[in-house]
């Protein structure tokens, strides 16, 4: 990669702690690092290998949060870890199958409609029985939860953690809390995974991966302790708008810009 002005390095440092931020309050960071990487004109492929190691910071330092603040039982979600790690490394590797001209087509697509579905997701329509989890009655729900979001995640990524809170609440009625507890500690699972599959095959700008991972993991602290205190309604439509204009500006390129 050609040698990037430190304006712009900032520039990534700043989206990044951003990002972390918004992953730590309600997750989908990566719906704004993705696109920050793709403009810089990586390839697709390398893109998402170098947002794995920024996003493993982050979803590391979240998870840790809320397992401090006893917000996840890691003893009750073994089915949804196991699947996760299985999802994931299947995703994964047919990313690396998947030819460069469709990845940079698709993706735009993919984190445009990740980014509308985060305007229909409300996260304060949550339940509140975090206690009533009942691991072998939801056995069947936790494995195709995890093999779906871990798959996701593994060949694309984008708002993945906004899929974890929503789904969690839908199929364990946990309220947003739990939910982001649950959701930060599987997205870092996937993210792990996904990190040691795309470094294996050689998909990752190491240097811009941990300068973004280091301002993720800062604004994934500020952002889980912001959550815990406040909630997530503050930060949805700066989220939004952020998200869908970098979203439509990739999909023109990618689509209709032929100059």
Not at 65 to 83: A, E, G, I
């Amino acid at each position: 990669m050609e040698y990037l002005e430190p304006v712009t390095l900032l520039m990534l440092a700043l989206v990044a702690f951003i990002a972390g931020f918004i992953d730590g309050v309600a997750g989908g960071g990566g719906l704004l690092t993705v696109p920050a990487l793709l403009s810089l004109g990586l390839p697709p492929h390398i893109a998402l290998g170098t947002n794995k190691v920024a996003a493993t910071f982050a979803t590391s330092t979240a998870a840790i949060t809320y397992y401090k603040k006893q917000m996840f039982k890691p003893r009750q979600w073994k089915h949804v870890f196991f699947s996760t790690l299985a999802g994931a490394i299947t995703g994964t590797l047919i990313v690396d199958l998947i030819s460069k001209a469709w990845l940079e087509k698709f993706l735009p697509l993919i984190i445009l409609l990740a980014a509308l579905y985060t305007i229909f997701y409300h996260p304060k329509h949550g339940k509140h029985h975090p206690d009533k989890v009942n691991v072998p009655c939801l056995k069947i729900k936790q494995i195709i939860q995890g093999l779906t979001l871990g798959f996701y995640d593994g060949i694309a990524g984008p708002g993945t953690g906004a899929f974890w809170v929503v789904s969690s609440m839908a199929l364990y009625r946990l309220n947003i809390l739990f939910s982001s507890g649950l959701a930060k500690a599987m997205n870092f699972t996937s993210n792990m995974t996904s990190l040691i599959t795309f470094a294996i095959l050689g998909h990752i700008n190491w240097v811009l991966g941990l300068v973004m991972g280091f301002c993720l993991m800062i604004g994934a602290y500020v952002g889980a302790h912001s959550a815990i205190r406040f909630g997530s309604p503050f930060i949805r439509p700066v989220f939004i708008i952020v998200v869908s204009i970098l979203a439509i500006r990739l999909a023109y390129h990618a689509w209709f810009d032929t100059l």
